[in-house]
Nanobody, 127 residues
Framework: QVKLVESGGGSVQSGGSLRLSCEGS????????MAWWRQAPGLKREWVGA???????SYADFVKGRFSISQDNSKKTLYLQMDSLKNEDTAMYYC?????????????????????WGKGTLVTVSS
């Protein structure tokens, strides 16, 4: 059974950092397109970034230079390093997997294309 579990969320001051983790079970994360999404209260879910099976990462413009995606294949864990956090980064963050694309992330990703989702971890950034 495929399962994704996020952790690492919390409250942080503007300018601070957090590292989110997404632990997968039931499948190998490194074989698929893995992505981070977020949803702020009252807003649509938006794509944050993704990493392909060869390690190539892509990011939404609003996080470029501040967020970084990596994965530890031995631990079956995906990470999202978030630096220089802003108040507007406050959201529930989700990891998701697209298993039907052969390890490629065809941008722009749409949430309907993702096959598996975690339940999310909340990030709150305040001044």
């Amino acid at each position: 059974q495929v399962k994704l579990v996020e952790s690492g969320g919390g409250s942080v001051q503007s300018g601070g950092s957090l590292r989110l983790s997404c632990e997968g079970s039931g499948f190998g994360l490194s074989r698929y397109c893995m992505a981070w999404w977020r949803q702020a209260p009252g807003l649509k879910r938006e794509w944050v970034g993704a990493i392909e099976s060869d390690g190539t990462a892509s990011y939404a413009d609003f996080v470029k230079g501040r967020f970084s995606i990596s994965q530890d294949n031995s631990k079956k864990t995906l990470y999202l390093q978030m630096d220089s956090l802003k108040n507007e980064d406050t959201a529930m963050y989700y990891c998701a997997a697209e298993v039907s694309s052969g390890g490629y992330c065809y941008l722009p990703l749409v949430d309907d294309a993702m096959d598996y989702w975690g339940k999310g971890t909340l990030v709150t950034v305040s001044s």
